[in-house]
């Protein structure tokens, strides 16, 4: 099965969010397997914006295993693209579209590496759950979100999950690495509402007026670094980074690690880079929206401005993150939660898993890729994973790429000009291959659950 064809297919798809409209590229999907003689199922609460679950049996050798991927792709309006975005060109080696990398060229993989074991007659270990879901663009309340809260039943017994990067790629020092994303930050969208004296606009303001308010607010929360949290996930992933690096990066990645001393954004980083690795050690947030009124003469009683918040993982709650910004704006200003990204009881599952499953993933990147490094990473985005997190499902992000060091592919995420090399569909088609062979059977309490091989419907 060729994933590069695949991902074309699924790029024609024009399932931009707002609105979705996913229906045909789901139906499209399971067309696919139906043909290969693999039963699925299409549930969800809106009919323009199924979510398809489908079950490969496995050997009965292991629990099973979820890979989960989402259909719909963020919007292309006010850029401008080299090629059209729907059409999934190849260039220069290259597949071009939204979704190559976000993520239609990974459930382009996903499939491939499914339909190719299964036209061969390979069992895995375990079965293996496929869900393609709508709305991951715009807060999985009709995907992921539907299916943990309607249909945890599917997910039975399931003790790993695979899904996408989250846009923690990163390459440093000349050195490619392979990302194993074991962690993301979650949502914390707040509101704040300013309110004071109004009036006509061709007078001298009174003090106090909410346009003054907001000043000083953009002043305290623009380009803010909140206090310092180093995690264990973290430590984990500077340590990798230190240790792969050359110097004088390795020195400043473990300057990161070791407390308020070094509490600045290493020089020898590049910005980009160390904007997102400083964005691991604390909470973050940025004034993104404000709102008032739209007359010119009029000085507004009230205005509106709402903060892009995120979350550490682990036990930090909103009330936690709302109390540092207290500490810089003060008490005064109303302070609303606008949405708050799924939390996973730390009770349930409080730190990433490293252990076998994860091994088997760095391993198969040793021997795919000699000369790159596999690293744990934690993302400061959020995918669908914090949702099948709350299962007690381990989720991972491993999608793997080859591309050069410094390429960049992966800031094209949700920008113009999305493409991925032709070779690293394979690469990665071939990778998730393997694992589908290898992967473990696991402990804990979890694996004991394990269902039946045969496949009844889900």
């Avoid at 036990?315 to 708050?340: K, M, S, Y």
């Avoid at 914090?386 to 991972?396: E, P």
Wanted: glycine share 10%; charged share 20%; hydrophobic share 40%.
């Amino acid at each position: 099965m060729d994933p590069v064809a695949l991902a074309q297919d699924l790029i024609r798809f024009d399932t931009t969010n707002p609105p979705g409209n996913e229906k045909a590229c789901v139906e499209y999907v399971r067309d696919l397997l139906a043909a290969a003689g693999v039963e699925s199922r299409l549930l969800g609460s809106d009919p323009n914006r199924p979510n398809l679950v489908a079950r490969f049996p496995g050997r009965g050798e292991a629990p099973p295993l979820l890979l989960h991927a989402h259909s719909d792709v963020v919007p292309v309006t006010g850029q401008q693209w080299t090629h059209p975005p729907f059409e999934g060109r190849i260039v220069d080696g290259h597949l071009w579209g939204r979704g190559a990398i976000d993520m239609k060229g990974g459930l382009a993989m996903m499939l491939a590496a499914l339909l190719g074991l299964h036209a061969a007659g390979e069992r895995p270990a375990g079965d293996v759950i496929l869900a393609v879901v709508a709305d991951e663009e715009d807060g999985s309340k009709a995907g992921a979100g539907y299916l943990v809260r309607e249909h945890p039943e599917l997910f039975e017994g399931v003790r790993y999950a695979i899904g996408e990067e989250g846009g923690a790629g990163m390459e440093l020092g000349g050195v490619r690495m392979h990302p194993i994303v074991v962690g993301e930050k979650r949502a914390g969208w707040l509101r704040v509402t300013l309110r004071g004296p109004g009036g006509h606009g061709s007078r001298l303001s009174p003090p106090g007026t909410p346009i003054a308010q907001l000043a000083r607010l953009l002043t305290a929360l623009t380009e803010v670094r909140l206090p310092r949290h180093l995690t264990p996930a973290v430590d984990r992933m500077l340590t990798a980074l230190a240790a792969a690096l050359p110097e004088p990066l390795a020195q400043d990645l473990s300057r990161m690690r070791v407390g308020r001393a070094y509490d600045v954004i290493p020089t020898a980083l590049p910005l980009e880079e160390g904007l997102y690795l400083d964005s691991l050690l604390r909470h973050t947030v940025n004034p993104t929206i404000v709102r008032t009124t739209e007359k010119i003469n009029v000085i507004p009683a009230e205005v509106t401005v709402d903060l892009d918040g995120r979350i550490l993982p682990g036990g930090f709650t909103v009330d936690d993150f709302v109390a540092e910004i207290r500490e810089l704006i003060g008490p005064e200003p109303v302070i609303e939660l606008l949405l708050e990204g799924a939390r996973v009881d730390p009770a349930t599952i409080a730190e990433p898993e490293f252990g076998a499953f994860y091994d088997t993933m760095a391993a198969i990147l040793l021997k795919a890729d000699p000369d790159a490094v596999p690293v744990p990473m934690v993302s400061p985005a959020s995918t669908d994973a914090r949702l099948f997190a709350q299962l007690g499902i381990r989720c991972y992000g491993w999608l793997p790429m080859k591309v050069p060091a410094g390429s960049g592919y992966r800031r094209l995420l949700h920008c113009a000009d999305e493409r991925i090399p032709v070779e690293s569909l394979h690469f990665g088609t071939e990778c998730l291959t393997e694992l589908l062979r290898t992967f473990p059977a696991g402990t804990g309490p979890r694996a004991a659950k394990a269902p039946g091989t045969g496949f009844t419907g889900c």
